[in-house]
């Protein structure tokens, strides 16, 4: 791999981040194994090392579309280091109908 291919390369989320998700949204090992197709143990092994998320490409991007999905913003280091957030959704209320004019 040329030094060109490394430095086009995006950050790498974190096995901290991924924790940090999950109890965010109050989700256990189980909870994001079903929301993103991915094995329960194989997410207890990825989680099991510090560091940047290892595994399969395709492994990393269904655990990450999970969370995507379910409103997780990814934070990759900007100085102040990698983290996630919450997005705020904008909640619309229900819609009522009179009976106007």
Partial sequence: MSIENLSNRPTPVTTRQI??????????????????????????RLEAEDGPLGGRPETVTKIVSAFVAAGIEFILENGGGPGVRLIKRISIGPVTRGTGP
Avoid: F, H, M, N
């Avoid at 999950?22 to 189980?30: D, K, T, V």
């Fill in 19 to 44: 924790k940090a998700a999950r109890a965010l949204l109050g989700w256990s090992q189980e909870d994001l194994a079903e929301r993103s197709a991915v094995s329960e143990p194989t997410i207890a």
